[in-house]
C-alpha cells in the first residue's frame, strides 16, 4: 500500500523499504509476494531491509524475486 501510494504521488526513486510489526516497531517483516513482485516492477534498486536470524541485512529488491516477470 504504501509503495503504490508513493508511486501515484509521483515518487520513483526509494532508497530502502522496510515492513515492521508492534508497538514498537521491533519486528521485521519480510515482503509478501505481491509486494516483492511491486518493488520489482517498481523499485528494483531499493534495498529491502530483512530481518535475519544474524540480524537485520539489507538486500536489494531484484534479488527478492528470482526469475520475475520483467519487461525488457
Same mark, same amino acid.
Given at each position: 500500500?504504501?509503495?503504490?501510494?508513493? !508511486?501515484? %504521488?509521483? =515518487? %520513483?526513486? @526509494? #532508497?530502502?523499504?522496510?515492513?515492521?510489526? /508492534?508497538?514498537? /516497531? =521491533? $519486528? !521485521?517483516? *519480510? *515482503?509478501?509476494?505481491?509486494?516483492?513482485?511491486?518493488?520489482?516492477?517498481? #523499485? +528494483? /534498486?531499493?534495498?529491502? !531491509?530483512?530481518?535475519?536470524?544474524?540480524? *537485520? %541485512?539489507?538486500? +536489494?529488491? %531484484?534479488?527478492?524475486? +528470482? @526469475?520475475?516477470? #520483467?519487461? $525488457?
Amino acid at each position: 500500500m504504501a509503495l503504490g501510494a508513493a !508511486i501515484t %504521488r509521483g =515518487e %520513483r526513486d @526509494f #532508497a530502502a523499504v522496510v515492513a515492521v510489526r /508492534g508497538r514498537d /516497531g =521491533e $519486528e !521485521i517483516l *519480510p *515482503p509478501c509476494g505481491n509486494c516483492r513482485q511491486m518493488l520489482s516492477d517498481y #523499485a +528494483p /534498486g531499493c534495498m529491502v !531491509i530483512l530481518g535475519t536470524a544474524e540480524g *537485520p %541485512r539489507k538486500v +536489494p529488491a %531484484r534479488e527478492l524475486l +528470482p @526469475f520475475a516477470y #520483467a519487461v $525488457e
